[in-house]
């Protein structure tokens, strides 16, 4: 029998898809699963089989802690995998399905990871040179959204004059619409990330594609290289773990029910006039128990006086967050740079068949070991690292000269 093209099959795939109530972002990301496992394939997609598929699924995946897919993204894979291969058969594509043996693993529960307030203090001073991060950071943190509902925030969404201030999140996971409260800081972000833009459209727009949101992808992807730069093992959906486990504690698990519904894993469908009413001044409540990490650790600022006080927040905050770093970092700069300039030295005297500067003193002008020309040197120290290494430690010098 005549195959199609893997385009072929996939737009007919979709157009099932779809015919079956699937939602567009489910259909999108099972075209870019799809088209992933395409491209990693070395047979025809029709001579796929499990073995192409295990293959597939154990590639390294950069954007994980541990540089294996985690195994709710396997579960995904496969079932995305499984169902295309399966509707190819059903649908007189193939003549069988070759991926009929694959069974859907149990994807397990993940335990929720929390950062400690430190780390988010961390987290959210360090980006402060930032408006645009920020705002990112804060929607994880103090609203507790996903990456894709905060790829998807509208300006329209936000109701920073309501009391208590909300977002609407009308496409949250699995299609559900629910409000969230919004704390004291995270309004004060909002507003001033706000100041001189319109009244509609992205709240946060790619610089890439003026006027066009985010990608959830790109969002995750901002946030996890902020975190991971300051040395945080963690994504930015720790923040929402965060969220949720900060107000559990401050309302000593009696606040449950409002929490789960804040974070979107419950039924938000309105019923009546009055619950909205009660449910808004429940929000009110919630919001108001989420701590600021700014504040500090023991939840109070500590007093400025004197000159001190006369110094912008926002530059206080840039100075605490660049101390915050030096403290985490500055003992291994100091120690990188200091074995970046022993091991310099030993690679140098390596190339001339020493061991020690002490052996110096035996070489003679005109040794051939001493013949080697700056080409060749450039290349060692390019093929080992050294030019780069002192790149980077001129830079740190020049800024600490600025």
């Known amino acids: 029998m005549s195959v199609p093209s893997f385009s072929v099959a996939w737009r007919r795939f979709q157009e ?29 997609w029709q001579q796929a089989g499990p073995r192409d598929l295990r293959r597939f699924l154990d590639m390294p995946s950069p954007g994980s802690r541990t540089g294996r897919l985690a195994a709710a993204t396997r579960q995904q894979y496969i079932t995305a995998i499984r169902g295309f291969y ?18 859907l693993p149990r994807a397990g ?8 307030l430190e780390d988010v203090r961390t987290i959210l001073l360090a980006a402060t040179g930032d408006r645009r991060l920020l705002v990112l950071l804060w929607l994880a943190y103090g609203a507790g959204l996903r990456s894709g509902e905060i790829a998807r925030c509208q300006i329209e969404d936000l109701q920073l004059h309501a009391s208590p201030p ?46 066009q ?28 773990h965060t969220y949720a ?7 000593r698990g009696q606040n449950l029910y409002a929490v789960s519904r804040a974070l979107g894993h419950t039924d938000t469908r309105i019923t009546s006039s009055v619950y909205v009413s009660s449910y808004v001044g429940e929000l009110g409540e919630l919001a108001a128990l989420l701590p600021d990490p700014r504040a500090g650790i023991s939840g109070a600022a500590a ?20 101390v915050r770093v030096l403290e985490r970092h500055g003992p291994e700069v100091t120690r990188a740079v200091q074995t970046l300039g022993k091991a310099t030295t030993l690679a140098w005297l390596a190339t001339l068949g020493l061991s020690s500067p002490d052996q110096l003193a035996g070489m003679r002008a005109g040794d051939p070991r001493l013949d080697h020309t700056d080409e060749e040197w450039a290349a ?23």
């Open 16 to 44: 099932d898809l779809y015919e079956r109530g699937r939602r567009p972002v489910t259909v999108k990301c099972y075209g870019g699963i799809l088209r992933d496992f395409a491209g990693s394939l070395q047979v025809p």
């Open 86 to 103: 399966r509707f190819a058969h059903l649908a007189g594509l193939l003549a069988e399905d070759p991926m009929r043996a694959v069974a």
């Open 109 to 116: 529960q993940p335990i929720p990871r929390a950062l400690p």
């Open 166 to 211: 909300l977002l609407a999140v009308p496409h949250g996971k699995g299609g559900r619409g629910r409000l969230v409260p919004l704390a004291p800081p995270v309004v004060e972000v909002l507003r001033g990330w706000l100041v001189g833009r319109p009244s509609r459209g992205p709240l946060v727009e790619s610089r890439t594609w003026p006027g």
């Open 213 to 240: 949101p985010l990608s959830p992808h790109e969002v995750s992807r901002q946030m996890a290289a902020h975190i991971h730069a300051l040395g945080i093992d963690a994504t930015g959906h720790a923040l929402r």
């Open 245 to 251: 486990t900060e107000l559990l504690r401050a309302g």
């Open 303 to 322: 007093p400025v006086n004197g000159l001190a006080a006369m110094v912008p927040v926002d530059v206080a905050d840039q100075l605490a967050a660049a």
């Open 380 to 402: 060692c120290e390019k093929a080992l690292g050294i030019d780069r290494g002192w790149d980077l430690a001129y830079q740190l010098r020049d800024a600490i000269d600025e």
